[in-house]
């Protein structure tokens, strides 16, 4: 089993960063890939960006150069650094791990309004 846990939500001017933060506890070394997703009102739940165990990222487009994934083995924690905000950046944003399942958090919600 995997536990996930999000914090670092909030609210947010347009322009203002937030990172946010999974804490990961469980069978962590079963854990191959990494990833936040979004989910706003009324739309589908989506990729906002990866990680690999070996480092390698992916984002969705929408994202690219604003934000920034990471992992902390050594805090057992991934991030996401958000830059830029913008208000169509507003949802819950959810930590998923892979494994030979996938696991996810409760969520976290992310404003981001003037």
């Known amino acids: 089993q995997v536990q996930l846990v999000e914090s670092g939500g909030g609210l947010v001017q347009p322009g203002g960063s937030l990172r946010l933060s999974c804490a990961v506890s469980?069978?962590?070394?079963?854990?191959?890939?990494m990833g936040w997703y979004r989910q706003a009102p009324g739309k589908q739940r989506e990729l906002v960006a990866r990680?690999?165990?070996?480092?390698?990222?992916n984002y969705t487009d929408s994202v690219k150069g604003r934000f920034t994934v990471s992992r902390d083995y050594a805090k057992n924690t991934m991030y996401l650094q958000m830059n830029s905000l913008k208000p169509e950046d507003t949802a819950v944003y959810y930590c998923?791990?892979?494994?030979?399942?996938?696991?996810w958090g409760q969520g976290t919600q992310v404003t981001v309004s003037s």
């Open positions: 998923r791990a892979q494994s030979n399942r996938n696991y």
């Open positions: 469980g069978k962590i070394s079963t854990i191959h890939t």
């Open positions: 990680i690999t165990s070996s480092g390698s990222t």
